[in-house]
């Protein structure tokens, strides 16, 4: 295998940059730079000089013994000054090593993979934690990078495979006489699972809104203010504004860091029936979008209009600016109502956190299902009798191989190019 090498942290002038070295000559292509490279786990100054012998910078080198490292192969980091010409001479020399090239974007990564230091749901972790831009987001990723999900579906996992032996067992001595019914413990084993699986599944969607972000549609009639209060909430001219009714044709986008979430505003064009062709395709984006959020504003003043308030959804009198006293209202232009506005978005989207599960993508919702299924079918086989029991066995086989094709053990070698491809060289 190749020993691979990359700039592990920002292009650019910093204040330090880090070239990582990974592979089995990682210790020797070192040693070409510095002439010595400290024990493992220790970290020593050391001069860095290309072949001709001219100085190329001084360091901090680090190394780390396979396979307790990252990559789980000899790892060696060398902390340069974060100058653009010292990378590229570093760079430049380790590339005039026989053996040694240039990592392709997530080749560190995958290979803690391959050597079974991360499993796939941590390294969809690992990608939403460098991807994290809210202090929900960075929580929940370095749940998932921890480990938890995997932890989790290993205990899923043994619980099936517990089950399948106890059926394969009595199917073993279908001909004798068995002296335990299995069937007590093989419900019990797949009714927690299933419940538990069900759960998690649940609260894969609050998830995957974290680490993707919530919408809030601002909706309402034409001139009402919806535009303006996206501004306010922007806190700069995100839309254009203007006393002329169905000025926003099409939705504007704001997003904004909410009490620690990634929220979306959304400020849609006023519903109405409209002759203009343009506006009546703004209106149906509009309607269409609003459905979909997660959340919506409504501002309205008493009309009737395409879309429906939902039970969390928040209504409010628009431009409280003004109105008499004592009414909820909200005013884009002065701000008056907007800081009560933000709080309430901001305590709907929190409790919804609270049931959010580890599972984050889609595809882990996607594997979970299909384990459930495998599970529910033969949790429904085994209540017909021991003569159905090998069907009952095969169920649980696939539902443990979607369990195992969710933590990356099978069938996921078509996923991996494009999973790793998200990542940076370095990573």
């Known amino acids: 295998m190749d020993t691979i090498f990359a700039l592990a942290t920002a292009q650019g002038r910093a204040g330090v940059s880090v ?18 490279v400290p024990g493992p786990r220790h970290a020593a100054v050391r001069k860095l000089r290309d072949t001709s012998g001219d100085l190329i910078d001084e360091a901090l080198v680090l190394s780390f013994s396979g396979p307790q490292s990252f990559t789980g192969e000899d790892v060696v ?3 340069v000054h974060g100058s653009v010409a010292v990378v590229r001479g570093c760079l430049k020399e380790l590339g005039a090593i026989d053996g040694c090239r240039l990592a392709e974007p997530g080749e560190f990564t995958r290979r803690a993979l391959e050597n079974n230091r991360l ?11 460098i991807d994290a831009e809210t202090e929900g987001q960075r929580r929940q990723a370095v749940r998932v990078f921890s480990g938890a999900l995997g932890e989790k579906v290993e205990i899923w996992r043994r619980d099936l495979i517990r089950a399948a032996a106890l059926l394969e067992a009595t199917i073993d001595f279908a001909d004798e006489e068995v002296p335990v019914d299995v069937s007590p413990e093989v419900s019990a084993l797949l009714a927690a699972t299933a419940s538990d699986l069900t759960g998690e599944i649940e609260g894969s969607f609050v998830a995957e809104r974290i680490r993707t972000g919530f919408e809030v549609a601002i909706v ?7 535009s303006t209060l996206l501004n306010r909430l922007a806190g700069r001219d995100a839309a254009i504004t203007s006393e002329i009714a169905g000025t926003t044709r099409d939705v504007i986008e704001v997003k904004m860091d909410l009490g ?13 029936d409209s002759e203009d062709q343009i ?31 939902g039970p969390e959804d928040i209504i409010l009198v628009p431009k409280q600016d003004v109105l008499v006293d004592g009414v909820r209202g909200v005013s884009g232009r002065t701000g008056q109502g907007v800081t009560g506005l933000i709080e309430d978005i901001r305590e709907i989207l929190s409790n919804r956190c609270s049931y959010a599960g580890i599972a984050t993508h889609e595809r882990h919702r996607l594997a979970m299902e299909q384990a459930l299924a495998g599970l529910n079918a033969a949790q429904e086989i085994v209540g017909r009798g021991p003569d159905l029991y090998d ?31 998200s990542f940076c060289v370095g990573k």
Do not use: H, M, W, Y
């Open 279 to 309: 506006e009546a395709i703004g209106v149906e984006r509009a309607v269409e979008r609003a459905e979909k959020a997660d959340l919506r504003v409504f501002l309205t003043e008493g009309a009737t209009l395409k879309v429906s308030p």
């Open 391 to 421: 069907i009952a066995a095969e169920e649980l086989r696939s539902a443990i191989r979607a369990l195992e094709a969710l933590v990356g053990r099978i069938d996921v070698e078509n996923l991996l190019d494009e999973i790793f491809a």
């Open 260 to 272: 620690g979430l990634a929220v979306t505003f959304l400020d849609t064009a006023g519903l109405r």
């Open 19 to 36: 070239i990582r070295i990974s592979g089995p000559d990682a210790l020797d292509a070192a040693r070409k730079l510095c002439g010595d």
């Open 77 to 79: 980091e060398l902390q």
């Open 220 to 226: 309402g009639a034409p001139n009402v203010g919806k």
């Open 119 to 129: 499993d796939l749901a941590q390294v969809e972790g690992l990608a939403d934690l």
